[in-house]
C-alpha cells in the first residue's frame, strides 16, 4: 500500500497563498484518481480536489477558481496551490487516494488569519 506524506502547511493571512505537497512512497503514476481532503474544525473531513492519472481535475465549490491541484509522476508528488485563502479555508489537509484507503497520514494544518 502505498504512503503519503503531507507537508507545506502553515499560518496565512486572508488573502495569502501556499502550496501543498504530497509524496508518495512508490510510483504516484499508479493511482488512479489522488485527492486532497480537509478537515475543518468540528467538521466531516471532506474533498476539496482530485486528479485522476490522466490529468482530470475537479474541485469542491467552495474552492473551484482558487485552489489548483497538480501531480508530478516523476517526482511521485501531488500539490495543491491555495490562492485567495481566507478563513473557512483553515482546517487539516490530507491527501489520500479516491476512494480513499482508510489509513490516514498525520495530515498538514492550515490557518488562515482574517
Known amino acids: 500500500q502505498v504512503q503519503l506524506v503531507e507537508s507545506g502547511g502553515g499560518l496565512v493571512q486572508a488573502g495569502g497563498s501556499l502550496r501543498l505537497s504530497c509524496a508518495a512512497s512508490?510510483?504516484?503514476?499508479?493511482?488512479?484518481?489522488v485527492a486532497w481532503y480537509r478537515q475543518a474544525p468540528g467538521k466531516q473531513r471532506q474533498v476539496v480536489a482530485q486528479i485522476t492519472r490522466g490529468g482530470y481535475t475537479n474541485y469542491a465549490d467552495s474552492v473551484e477558481g482558487r485552489f489548483t491541484i497538480s501531480r508530478d509522476n516523476a517526482k511521485n508528488t501531488v500539490y495543491l496551490q491555495m490562492n485567495s485563502l481566507n478563513p473557512e479555508d483553515t482546517g487539516l489537509y490530507y491527501c489520500n487516494t479516491v476512494p480513499n484507503s482508510g489509513s490516514w497520514g498525520r495530515g498538514t494544518q492550515v490557518t488562515v488569519s482574517s
Open positions: 512508490r510510483s504516484i503514476g499508479l493511482i488512479n484518481t
